[in-house]
């Protein structure tokens, strides 16, 4: 009796080696279907991913402490207007400038293009960090595949540092009433 249940048992075997075969052949044929259509929405996308040369201004927002800075960007001879003024009147202090520059001078586009600037709240240095994060986005905006050179920089990046806020009980943000032991 124990010859005929091992013959059932290879023949199940094999039938379940065959069904399992079977399978296999089918989840490999849909995974190449499924990856033959990744790659061509990938291609798809690539050719649309092309860098598009705007027509009009690029405006663009920056902000660092409480400095707000609108700023708009057309091609041109690298003019610089800071609220109606110049950078170099606006900004007297020449590491503002070159801090405001950096993204131009990065990718080499100094009298490429000149740059209106609404400047608003903060002192210079919070608008200068902020002109140059709206200056950046406006590069970025103009040529994306730019995008890496500029963000491994850091200038893509806000500066999300802000002033604490004053806590009730302290002198200011974290200092602590002088300690009396008596």
Known sequence: MSEPIQNENVES?????ADIAAAAAATEEFTNTIGDAIATSAEEET???????????????GRRKRAIVRVRVV????????NGRTLEEYF???????????????????????????????????QAGAFR????????????????VLKKAGFLTRDARAVERKKAGLHKARRAPQYSKR
């Open 133 to 148: 994060l709206a200056i950046a986005r406006a590069l970025n905006a103009y040529n994306p595949a730019e995008r890496g």
């Open 47 to 61: 050719a649309e991913a092309a860098p598009v040369v705007l027509d009009g201004p690029i405006q663009t927002v």
């Open 75 to 82: 091609a041109g001879s690298g003019q610089f207007k800071c």
């Open 13 to 17: 075997n094999v039938a379940d080696a």
């Open 92 to 126: 007297p202090n020449k590491l503002h400038q070159q801090l405001i520059k950096a993204p131009l001078v990065l990718l080499g586009r100094e009298n490429q293009f000149d740059i209106v600037a609404n400047l608003t709240g903060g002192g210079p240095t919070g």
